[in-house]
């Protein structure tokens, strides 16, 4: 069973940088996208950013500008750099890798911004 390991979650002041990454334990054929999401205690979780085969990139409006996804040619780790922190992007980020015949989450990693 593969699992995806997220790191970087931390706490940080507002106008700071975290990155976060996630890595696949095992390979995951089928690759179509990776991305991150976040999600607040009873809120739905929310899409942040995409990556798909072509490189092509997809952001919230809300991150647009500040944060950036990518990914190692293996296609085995998917990263997000977070500049310009704001308290509102305090939340639990879970990275999720969607392959032809399931979607793999990871088990999700805190940010916390401080104002």
């Known amino acids: 069973q593969v699992q995806l390991v997220e790191s970087g979650g931390g706490l940080v002041q507002a106008g700071g940088s975290l990155r976060l990454s996630c890595t696949a334990s095992?390979?995951?054929?089928?690759?179509?996208?990776m991305a991150w999401y976040r999600q607040d205690p009873e809120k739905e979780r929310e899409f942040v950013a995409g990556?798909?085969?072509?490189?092509?990139?997809k952001y919230a409006d809300s991150v647009k500008g500040r944060f950036t996804i990518s990914r190692n040619k293996a296609w085995t780790t998917v990263s997000l750099q977070m500049n310009s922190l704001k308290p509102e992007d305090t939340s639990v980020y879970y990275c999720k890798i969607n392959s032809a015949w399931r979607d793999y989450w990871g088990q999700g990693t805190q940010v916390t911004v401080s104002s």
């Open positions: 095992g390979s995951i054929s089928g690759i179509r996208a």
């Open positions: 990556i798909v085969g072509g490189g092509d990139t």
